[in-house]
């Protein structure tokens, strides 16, 4: 199970990671945490049902929702993106519903797990994603194991900053992190900086307000030929590689992943990103790392939510709960 | 045994973690990588011989160098440090002359792993160590493992870059990179380019040549209220606090140690280090996280260099050779 902002989606996916069933419900996060969680076993009573398995051939659970979070404990703890949820025993909840295995974990970690095992990094021994939507989430896979941090702050990859000098304010409340250069939501705010100041560019007759543009737009204008709009992706490009090369210099994976809305901007933006690793990068990882797109979509976070439980299951086995 | 640009130091270490003899040799790198091999495997003899073991005494040898390198391979690749060697195969050669199963590893690795086996992070599952010398060097553990990264490229902290607008450049060929901000080198030509731009201070008198002014120089004249010694200091203290705050938040470990020459700078560093940490971290990880200075000086290599020898010792034990 995936827990979002708006919306819960679930899969019963089989060893192999075939998806066998799905469901999805609304979050209603304004509810209250109690009726979240009732729509989160609702979500695993539909999907199971969807893929027509009984309750006693599941052998885990696993749910990924926003931070921030104590994975090891399995709870909630303030959620921006869940207001007003505050300190949910989310995975001790879920076992007692169903006396199933539950393995808990962020929702970021969870998405660059399930692309480490059925998606981008198949095969792949290590991988870092970066998620690229309204903000920059990430995931880091060393050796078969999530790099979850030891106060689940691991792979807050878009709060490393990178600018000392001139540095963007960040949504998080801080200063010149990645995901203020390079999520949609600085695409579109940087775009609508240089509008502002009066650089020609298609993008002043179209969309009729500014408040309705999107970084899709901009890409779009991008591939027309518009100036402004293949600066600005240029710079997200840039942007983007110095994210990936604090991660090839700090973690060296085997690969890069980018995901999230954003790589609808296709392979232009991709391309773009390789050459500046290319100039950018130490020599021996800027030739061997991959650098690729993510393949899942939005299906990433609950097969890596059911990759968890299936890790779990692996270590434990069943337990006599769950008989 | 551990492999510097100047010196190689080795030393007899039980499975304890005591030291129970040292010894060390010139490394002598412009005479070629075989009288360097040569002097590795006397600092071995000297050592054995100096702690009283005969060779069947000794489990494990465990070599640390500077790179590029391929760590699994135990080779060197081509080492700036180490000119002219040029793909030495350091762990084989030293097996074979003693017939004794020997680890290889990166210097600053061993560094951190030597700290968190006898040192600062006695005790902790994961900590993250910046080595601030001429250069920056990193090294991460978590878990009990190395973060060696899969081209022999991880944890090279020094070269994360914290600056796009006004890039300093690094002596890496790169520009922005964290060495470039706050290595000891950095610390000196920052402090020169203030003075030479008129700022007031003590140090335009002492020492007598602008050339010999070293980091010591400039942190003891901070101690006696120097403003610009201070603003010196101030600045690199927030340097380095970003990139600890930029670890925290891709690998969040219990501990960042910082290491190297300069931590002879003191507590009022070390404090302002804190300071800027918690005003600009996540909340959690800036409350949980430890930050503190290396214990173990300049033997930390060799004594990471035994712990990843011993680690070898306990995962594969005696092989027949060293019967």
Tied chains: 1, 2.
Excluded at 41 to 54: F, P, Q
Aim: negative net charge; hydrophobic residues 40%.
């Amino acid at each position: 199970v995936d827990v979002g902002g708006t919306t819960i989606k679930g899969g019963a996916i089989d060893h192999s990671g075939q998806t066998l069933g799905a469901a999805s419900l609304p979050t209603e996060a304004s509810l209250g945490q109690d009726h979240g969680l009732a729509q989160i076993c609702e979500v695993v009573r539909r999907a199971t049902a969807s893929a027509g398995l009984a309750r006693e051939q599941i052998a885990a659970i696993g749910v990924a929702t926003p931070g921030t979070m104590d994975i090891p404990a399995g709870i909630i703890l303030e959620p921006p993106n869940l207001r007003p949820w505050r300190n949910v025993p989310v995975r001790e909840v879920v076992h007692e519903a169903f006396g199933i295995p539950t393995a808990f974990q962020n929702d970021a970690n969870a998405a660059a797990y399930g692309e480490y095992w059925l998606g981008a990094g198949r095969g792949m021994r290590s991988l870092v994603m970066f998620t690229l939507g309204t903000g920059i989430g990430g995931g880091i896979v060393v050796d078969d194991e999530l790099l979850e941090g030891r106060h689940s702050h691991g792979a807050e990859v878009g709060h490393t900053r990178i600018e000392l000098s001139q540095p963007r304010p960040c949504p998080c409340g801080r200063v010149g992190c990645l995901e203020a250069y390079a999520s949609a939501t600085a695409v579109v705010k940087r775009t609508r900086e240089m509008l502002d100041a009066g650089a020609p560019s298609c993008l002043h007759g179209s969309p009729a307000s500014p408040e309705s543009l999107t970084a899709r737009d901009i890409f779009r204008a991008a591939e027309t030929g518009d100036f402004l709009a293949e600066r600005i992706v240029e710079d997200t490009a840039f942007y983007l590689a110095i994210g990936a090369i604090n991660m090839m210099h700090t973690i060296d994976p085997d690969m890069i992943v980018f995901g999230g809305g954003m790589i609808a901007a296709g392979e232009s933006l991709l391309g773009r990103i390789r050459r500046h690793i290319q100039a950018l990068a130490f020599p021996i990882p800027a030739q061997k790392t991959e650098i690729r797109f993510a393949l899942l979509g939005g299906d990433a976070g609950f097969i890596g939510a059911a990759a968890c439980a299936r890790k779990l299951h692996l270590r434990v086995g069943r337990s006599p709960r769950s008989m």
